[in-house]
């Protein structure tokens, strides 16, 4: 399995990066009330700066995630009480139909099949499980400038249609950040980041 963020995850908790994580739960706890007996999944978990914020408020949260460096720096931050499951390969690899709460941060425009993703997410969700991405709206590919990666961001009207041919209906796709970043020396571009927020029909 590749990890092509083995040499990124000891550095991977920065302030700016901690910041963009609470942004993201900020706004993700706008628009839903995580309840105390749900299990939660995060696709692309990294080091656990989104998830973590969440654990306390569900009873279960499992970590996914195709990187063995960034979850070994999530495994250092974990308790013995901490109610969380670890899965280190692609989301695939979770099989169980229990799951009732679903988020992603910065993570699907890594991940190749979105098709065949959605599609298992609706065989592991209960009917009513809500599913939460952040992510960034479609870029001209400036944002990794060096890295292989499957999706320059999305176009949220595709990704919605997506969601509800793999049985979902998104009730909204909306701006919720700008990342205002130098990827060129001298220009800074901003980078639209996105909150979809769908339910398991
Ligand atoms: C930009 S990082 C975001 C990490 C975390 N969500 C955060 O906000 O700090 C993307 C994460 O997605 C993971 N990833 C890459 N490809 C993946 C895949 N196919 N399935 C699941 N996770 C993947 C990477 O290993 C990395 O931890």
Redesign the pocket.
Known sequence: M????AHR?AE??TPQ?TK??EI?VTEMLRKINPISSWKAL??????????LQIANMVDTVVF????A???DVLKQKLTENSRVKIVH???YDYKEKDIDLIF????L????DIDR?LQHLATITNKGAIVVI?DLRTENGSFHRFEPI?HRGFDTDILSEQFKSAGFEVITAETYNILSRERTEGVITDYEQFILVAIKI
């Open positions: 590749n990890d092509n963020f995850a991977w908790d990066k963009m994580t993201f995060e696709i692309g978990a990294g080091t656990g700066l989104v998830g996914e995630d195709t990187s460096a960034m979850l390969g692609e989301v992603s941060c910065m993570a425009h890594h991940v190749p993703t952040g499957p």
